[in-house]
């Protein structure tokens, strides 16, 4: 462990699994006490577990970020104890399909989860960060927020507008002494897509896992330990002179591929 966030609160959505846990066990690793937000509370509890093992503090949280009643409450309740310094804006759902393969209560989903997890928590905890001038905030973005990429219709929305949303706090807040910035990153390999090949390709899981690599210029899909370090970098003081800023983490995905 390290004191690079020692006296810091992170609060990071969707802390249970994938990039949200290796995020939270680095930013406990580097001193902070890692508020772990998420909709399965079992598996907040193994990343709290984790943390714990090697000294760290945590805390769970169980919410629907969707739901902006519960995340004001658990904001609220975190605030009567403590500030929140750091927010990583990390849960967040995915749909396959273009526009006619895109229902009306497919695109709703994807805005709760998406747009309005992002927005509940940014608005729950922009007050009291303007309140001590001070606060750091990272949304997770995409490289679907500015290529196309096919059948990500209702994905591509979603991520386009946490971009602009990331802008328009940075823009807004810069006065008040909180950096807004968010990464995009590009195939990471995550329980998700573990899941997702189970489902969709039982019989050629191995295939299509070596297809959906190569996408990426690099050969490979991305280590959650990876987006994790630009993340925990991002919220340090280290890049205290960024904000307003979309970095891409991609294997070259962006500008390399065509």
Partial sequence: MTNKFSGKVALVTGGGSGIGQST?????????HTLIVDLDLEAAKDTQNMIEIFGGQASVYQCDISNSSQVKDIVETILLEQDIDILVNNAGIAHIGNLEGTSE????RLYQVNIKGTYNFMSAV??????KQSGVIINLASVASSVGIAD???YSMTKGAVLTMTYSVAKDYINDGVRCNCIAPGRVHTPFVDNFLEKNYP???DEMFEKLSKTQP???MGKVEEISSLIVYLCS???AFITGSNFPIDGGFVTLNN
């Fill in 218 to 220: 690099i050969g490979r």
């Fill in 24 to 32: 939270a066990l680095q930013l406990a690793r580097e001193g902070a």
């Fill in 152 to 154: 990500r219709f209702a």
């Fill in 237 to 239: 003081d280290e890049a």
């Fill in 105 to 108: 209560e497919d695109l709703d």
């Fill in 203 to 205: 019989g050629d899981k």
């Fill in 126 to 131: 922009i007050g009291s960060m303007k309140k």
